[in-house]
């Protein structure tokens, strides 16, 4: 069955700290996306990034970082030197199937808090 | 880039009245479009997937004869929360799948806060 984990309900920081935000799937399909999304407390969904599954190269996007290890079926997402603006709540999700379509299985999300 | 724009933001309704959620696609054409449902504090479920000039596919658990959906083209799905209750009372969002470009980000709309008192 698909199922997106993300062991972390919340997790509190202070400024300047480097977080990493933990992410597991199952899935029995061999072609799969996975994405990181944002959502602040204003609510919308802010994407951040979509790997598919036979790219397991890791991705630098600014402060914004992603480990892809498909041996243990995980996609970790650190933060590095995190900022107040960075709180929200960040959603893990899987899509199944050769076409990058909008079918996704959230995970339960991580409230990340960063404190000044 | 794709923009998916979606109205309105929020909504206060009386229990047993209908309340309608529209989802726009602003510079493509979608031909499927997602409708999710988030509680407070939970994660986003799917609710259905809309095809254009089609019928919805339902989730299972998801009552289709209240939730109803029409995607009568292809840059509008709109969802009806029929006879709604208090306990419809959640955070619904959408997204379109611009199936053109399968390289493109998964873009959601800003989302329905709604309420029913």
């Known amino acids: 069955a698909q199922k997106v984990t993300q062991a972390q309900t919340e997790i509190s920081v202070v400024e300047k700290e480097d977080v990493t935000l933990d992410c597991v799937y199952e899935t029995r399909d061999t072609t799969y996306y996975l994405f990181w999304y944002k959502q602040p407390p204003s609510g919308e969904l802010v994407f951040l990034i979509r790997r598919n599954s036979f790219d397991e190269q890791n991705e630098i996007s600014g402060r914004y970082s992603w480990n892809f290890q498909k041996s243990t079926s995980s996609f970790n997402f650190t933060i590095t030197a995190s900022q107040v603006v960075d709180s929200a709540v960040y959603f893990c999700a899987l899509s199944e199937g050769v076409s990058n379509t909008g079918k996704l299985i959230f995970g339960q999300g991580t409230t990340l808090q960063v404190k000044p | 880039g794709a923009v998916v724009s979606q109205h309105p933001s929020r909504v206060i309704c009386k229990s047993g009245t209908s309340v309608k959620i529209e989802c726009r696609s602003l510079d493509f054409q979608a031909t499927t479009m997602f409708w999710y449902r988030q509680f407070p504090k939970q994660s986003l479920m799917l609710m259905a997937t809309s095809n254009e000039g089609s019928k919805a596919t339902y989730e299972q658990g998801v009552e289709k004869d209240k939730f109803l959906i029409n995607h009568a083209s292809l840059t509008l799905s709109t969802l009806t929360v029929t006879s709604a209750h208090p306990e419809d009372s959640s955070f619904y969002i959408c997204?379109?799948?611009?199936?053109?470009?399968?390289?493109?980000?998964?873009?959601f709309g800003n989302g329905t806060r709604l309420t029913v008192t």
């Open positions: 997204s379109a799948s611009h199936e053109v470009s399968y390289n493109s980000p998964l873009h």
